[in-house]
């Protein structure tokens, strides 16, 4: 059994910043790539931003240069730095990981429940 559990979501003013953390736990071998998705009332789900277990980050062109994607190995933690807000920011933000479990041989991609990000004007 593997859990995702996303904390750091709140109301910011515009230009605020705000840091999600997203932690997984349970019977893990290994990680592979991490996100973070949104998706805003009456929108679908967005990719935000990925990162693998190597390093390597990929941004939304709407967050390039305000948000940092990072990771914990060690803690199997994924985080999301977001500065710079902006009210169109406003979502649930929701972390996926791509882990595989032990005693199993493929991935498998799993989600966190969300938490939402309010950003006023």
């Known amino acids: 059994q593997v859990q995702l ?3 750091g979501g709140g ?8 840091r999600l953390s997203c932690a997984a736990s349970g019977s893990i071998f290994s990680i592979n790539a ?24 990929n ?3 709407s967050v390039k240069g305000r948000f940092t ?7 199997n ?6 500065n710079s807000l902006k009210p169109e ?9 791509d882990i595989v479990e ?8 799993y989600w966190g429940q969300g938490t939402q990000v309010t950003v006023s004007s």
Not at 77 to 82: D, I, S
Not at 89 to 97: I, L, P, Q, R
């Open 5 to 7: 559990v996303e904390s």
């Open 11 to 18: 109301l910011v003013q515009a230009g605020g910043s705000l």
């Open 34 to 57: 991490m996100g973070w998705h949104r998706q805003a009332p009456g929108k679908q789900r967005e990719l935000v931003a990925v990162i693998t277990s190597g390093g390597s980050t």
């Open 59 to 61: 941004y939304a062109h």
């Open 69 to 75: 994607i990072s990771r914990d190995n060690a803690k």
């Open 77 to 82: 933690t994924v985080y999301l730095q977001m």
């Open 89 to 97: 920011d406003t979502a649930v933000y929701y972390c996926n990981a």
């Open 102 to 109: 032990l005693h199993r041989t493929y991935l498998y991609d």
